[in-house]
């Protein structure tokens, strides 16, 4: 009797434990495709471009408002790199231009 009742609790953790590793290995194989899912939703979304639009706009207005020629190269290199990847195509024309103006060495 106490063979049979420990033969049948071995057997059951046995499955838990194969269930969690399982379901571990699941995770580990999705996650980074449900992230990736995660990161393009949020990317596309309205509030992230419109916080990038803002912050364009932010950085035109001191880029304009400088004075000292070092402070715009400082301006235009940190646009150009947190632009680098952002896809002008949703904002407005001026800011476009504004980037393509720097982009350009202007």
Do not use: C, W
Request: aromatic residues 14%; without cysteine; hydrophobic residues 45%.
């Amino acid at each position: 009797m106490f063979k049979e009742f420990a033969s049948g609790l071995t057997m059951i953790v046995v499955a838990f434990i194969v269930i969690a590793f399982t379901s571990l290995g699941i995770y580990y194989f999705t996650k980074p495709a449900s992230i990736a899912i995660d990161n393009r939703a949020f990317h596309n979304g309205q509030p992230y471009i419109d916080g990038m639009r803002r912050d364009l706009e932010n950085f035109q207005m001191s880029y304009l408002d400088a004075n000292n020629p070092d402070k715009r190269a400082a301006i235009r290199a940190i646009v150009l790199d947190r632009f680098a990847g952002f896809d002008t195509s949703q904002l407005p024309q001026n800011l476009r231009d504004f980037i393509n103006q720097l982009k350009n060495g202007n």
